[in-house]
């Protein structure tokens, strides 16, 4: 999934679950946490949204917290894949 994708995606979920709050301002760099688009609750229902979109569960360990702070670092953490380099091109 390509990061606008994945915004636009991110920024419904939000919405479903917090509808007094605006996301129109909620951008790739805004700080979910301060800002209360994400708490203890909201996140659990996040973590499944990642979980489904990945096809697996994801570690809920070591930098976990720090990955779930803003909409581009979740992408970037859990939704990005590498391709590995073709054979010949290191």
Not at 2 to 25: C, N, V
Not at 31 to 55: K, Q, R, Y
Not at 68 to 76: A, C, D, K, P, V
Request: cysteine-free.
């Amino acid at each position: 999934m390509d990061p606008d994708e994945f915004y636009i995606a991110f920024r419904e979920l939000i919405q479903r679950m917090k509808p007094h709050l605006d996301t129109t301002a909620l951008t790739p760099d805004t700080h979910l946490w301060a800002t209360g688009f994400v708490d203890s609750i909201s996140l659990l229902e996040i973590v499944e949204f990642i979980e489904d979109l990945v096809g697996h569960e994801i570690e809920l360990g070591g930098e976990f917290l720090q990955n779930f702070t803003t909409m581009r670092g979740i992408h970037e953490s859990y939704l990005i894949t590498t391709v590995p380099a073709a054979p010949g091109t290191n």
